[in-house]
């Protein structure tokens, strides 16, 4: 499509006359092209005059098929043929409608004047019996008027759909990308959320599972103590997996327990310190209330690293530092010494998805190994 003035606007190919389409188009014009030379047959018209109209008509028919391709030139053709017998008029007309609809604007009127000259000219040496040529011109002139005005209005309708498809086909692929934008997002989501759960539980499992595995000495009541915490644990990973499942599916009555907090922090403690982690907690927010979102986040920064430090240092201590007030920034510092073998294997990912989940709250997550100790930091925006 040709951008520009309302006459500017090019026609769709797919709009464009083609295969049966236009065998069953050229069958209507010969029809009418018929009926012109029946009709100047019943006039009078004989002998050399007549068989110059059904050779004008025909010609004419011959040429229509190649105006879809050859556009302008055959246009003109047709045009000059109509200057020569009245059986050339239909075909003239249609070609004049075929350019305004292809054509900017300033070439349709071209060839429509050349239509009006074309009658004109025919006028002069056919003159229509009881019709002044001034008269004669003026209704030419209103036809080929109307045949732009015609062909350039249905270009324009054409140009809107063709506009309005492509819309709709932007607007169908944008949708397709945010539908498979949002599937992303969810699985991450869904992933970080598995992860934070299950990886800590699934940590504490495994610290047991080593016990037993080590010391199978232990008396029958040790035994069954240390049974019966990886049976709790293994209840609570369940709980905890129900509750992501519900909050991912944005069901929160079927939440088995309300989403962890800042306030639930004690408790994961001391979940380390009886499986053996030596863990120091200098908490100077005190009893200070902090948001939802970054009460929460800033619980799952605890539980990472607490879960990092059981697989890479098992046995060694962990510092745990918060600060901060409303309105202010929450800190967050834990760090734990180098060594130990560690006994689970790691991804990685974890403190990926931990740096993301704290990114989407405003904040900011670093993690860095010095010669002696990893350290993990970060500041969430905490509101007033």
């Known amino acids: 499509m040709v951008g520009g003035s309302f006459g500017s606007y090019a026609r769709p190919v797919s709009y464009e006359l083609c295969g049966k389409r236009l065998w069953v188009t050229t069958g209507v014009i010969a029809v009418f092209v018929a009926a012109v030379a029946v009709g100047d047959y019943s006039s009078g018209t004989r ?107 249905a270009a324009a309708r054409a140009a809107v759909i063709n506009s309005l498809r492509e819309r709709a086909e932007r607007a169908e692929a944008e949708q397709g990308r945010r539908v498979a934008e949002a599937r992303a997002a969810e699985r991450a989501t869904i992933a970080r959320e598995m992860h934070d759960v299950l990886a800590h539980r699934l940590s504490l499992l495994a610290t047991y599972a080593g016990a037993l595995e080590f010391r199978p000495d232990q008396s029958p009541e040790r035994l069954s103590q240390a049974a019966g915490v990886i049976r709790s644990t293994v209840h609570q990973a369940l709980n905890e997996l129900r509750d992501v499942i519900a909050l991912l599916r944005d069901e929160p009555d079927d939440l088995a327990r309300p989403v962890p907090a800042l306030s639930d922090l004690p408790s994961l403690v001391a979940e380390s310190r009886a499986i053996g982690t030596p863990v120091e907690l200098t908490d100077a927010v005190g009893e200070a209330e902090v948001p939802g979102t970054t009460g929460r986040t800033a619980y799952r920064v605890v539980q990472e690293a607490l879960t990092n ?66 350290l993990v930091s970060a500041s969430l925006p905490w509101p007033a």
């Open 47 to 153: 002998g050399v005059p007549f068989v110059v109209e059904v050779g004008v008509g025909l010609a004419g028919i011959a040429l229509f098929p190649l105006l879809i391709r050859q556009g302008l030139p055959v246009a003109l053709a047709l045009v000059a043929l109509s200057t020569v017998a009245g059986t050339g008029t239909p075909l003239a007309n249609i070609a004049v409608i075929h350019v305004a609809r292809t054509r900017q604007l300033p070439v349709a009127v071209a060839v429509g004047v050349a239509g009006i000259a074309a009658h004109a000219v025919r006028w002069l040496w056919h003159p229509i019996n009881g019709l002044t040529f001034g008269w004669y011109v003026v209704l030419v002139v209103a036809l080929h008027a109307g045949l732009v005005g015609w062909g350039a209005l």
């Open 309 to 374: 430090a059981r697989k890479h240092a098992p046995g060694q201590p962990v510092r745990i530092a918060l600060d901060g007030e409303p309105g202010t920034t929450l800190t967050i510092a834990v760090s734990n010494p180098l060594g130990g073998t560690s006994v689970i294997p790691g991804s990685g990912t974890g403190l990926v998805g931990l740096t993301e989940r704290v990114r989407l709250v405003g904040g900011q997550l670093d993690h860095r190994v010095t010669a002696t100790e990893f």
